[in-house]
């Protein structure tokens, strides 16, 4: 069999391939993307693959917009963290629906319905596409709920409600744990992660942190001046907000 997986956070991607290859050693990964654009570039181009296992959140955008570049009609697993989603829309037709992180279990389900579906049942129809995008558009508020993280030498997933910031380091990107004040890097740059936390939960205080309201506990200084802001845990660094983002951090604070 050969499988296409399309998944933006680099650690999942891993994990899927180990899961697979412990699955069944012959399953081949032939290609491995990140983007909507270099996906639909791979799939106008190449001979289609048996398999494409597709995250619904993308570096740079959602997958659906795939299908409006491209005609697919290959057999779709589709991988994501928000658990929001009409899972069971999914699951009646025909391809499957798996939310991070992937259990073994879930996995193996998934690819024993692929193998017991028939040729013809195992693509897309238009319908299918259309059921799908609908979804998305009633579920377009649904932000992360978990982020997979690396400690050591194994994966670990920690749910954003226990993240008290985020910070950069130069293009590496951390998250600091309110309960144990432990940081672990993580697959995003602040750009990129950004877009997909909740804005009531979450804010931007300056080009390198993105703090959570639940983790704020005082903040001093004067608006005109910018602001000075103390978590709920020590920070190895002084945070503050800039004049022109304290007015917004303060309504921020005050929805």
Same mark, same amino acid.
């Given at each position: 069999?050969?499988?296409?997986?399309?998944?933006?956070?680099? @650690?999942?991607?891993?994990?899927?391939?180990?899961?697979?290859?412990?699955?069944?050693?012959?399953?081949?990964?032939?290609?491995?993307?990140?983007?909507?654009?270099?996906?639909?570039? #791979?799939?106008?181009? /190449?001979? $289609?693959?048996?398999?494409?296992?597709?995250?619904? *959140?993308?570096?740079?955008?959602?997958?659906?917009?795939?299908?409006?570049?491209? /005609?697919?009609?290959?057999?779709?697993? #589709?991988?994501?963290?928000?658990? *929001?989603?009409?899972?069971?829309?999914?699951?009646?037709?025909?391809?499957?629906?798996?939310?991070?992180?992937?259990?073994?279990?879930?996995?193996?389900?998934?690819?024993?319905?692929? $193998?017991? +579906?028939?040729?013809?049942?195992?693509? @897309?129809?238009?319908?299918?596409?259309? +059921?799908?995008?609908?979804?998305?558009?009633?579920?377009?508020?649904?932000?992360?709920?978990?982020?997979?993280?690396?400690?050591?030498? /194994?994966?670990?997933?920690?749910?954003?409600?226990?993240?008290?910031?985020?910070?950069?380091?130069? $293009?590496?990107?951390?998250?600091?744990? !309110?309960?144990?004040? =432990?940081?672990?890097?993580?697959?995003?740059?602040?750009?990129? @992660?950004?877009?997909? +936390?909740?804005?009531?939960?979450?804010? =931007?205080?300056? =080009?390198?942190?993105?703090?959570?309201?639940?983790?704020?506990?005082?903040?001093?200084?004067?608006? !005109?001046?910018?602001?000075?802001?103390?978590?709920?845990?020590?920070?190895?660094?002084?945070?503050?907000?800039? =004049?022109?983002?304290?007015? !917004?951090?303060?309504?921020?604070?005050?929805?």
């Amino acid at each position: 069999m050969h499988v296409v997986i399309v998944e933006d956070e680099a @650690l999942a991607a891993e994990r899927l391939v180990r899961m697979l290859q412990a699955y069944d050693q012959s399953i081949q990964i032939i290609q491995q993307f990140d983007t909507v654009a270099d996906t639909v570039q #791979f799939l106008e181009t /190449k001979p $289609k693959p048996d398999l494409l296992f597709l995250d619904i *959140q993308l570096a740079d955008g959602k997958s659906f917009s795939i299908f409006e570049k491209v /005609k697919i009609d290959t057999p779709i697993i #589709f991988i994501t963290a928000y658990d *929001q989603f009409a899972i069971q829309a999914f699951k009646l037709n025909s391809i499957d629906y798996l939310l991070k992180p992937i259990q073994e279990e879930d996995l193996a389900a998934a690819l024993e319905k692929y $193998k017991r +579906l028939s040729p013809a049942a195992r693509t @897309l129809s238009d319908d299918d596409v259309q +059921l799908f995008r609908n979804i998305l558009k009633q579920s377009a508020h649904n932000y992360k709920e978990r982020l997979i993280v690396k400690a050591g030498n /194994k994966l670990q997933y920690k749910p954003v409600n226990a993240i008290a910031y985020f910070y950069a380091e130069g $293009k590496t990107a951390y998250l600091v744990t !309110s309960a144990e004040n =432990r940081k672990f890097l993580i697959d995003h740059t602040l750009e990129s @992660l950004e877009p997909t +936390l909740n804005p009531k939960q979450f804010f =931007r205080i300056s =080009r390198k942190v993105i703090v959570n309201i639940n983790a704020v506990s005082e903040i001093r200084g004067l608006v !005109s001046t910018g602001l000075e802001v103390k978590l709920t845990i020590p920070c190895e660094f002084d945070l503050s907000v800039s =004049r022109d983002r304290a007015q !917004s951090f303060k309504d921020w604070l005050n929805q």
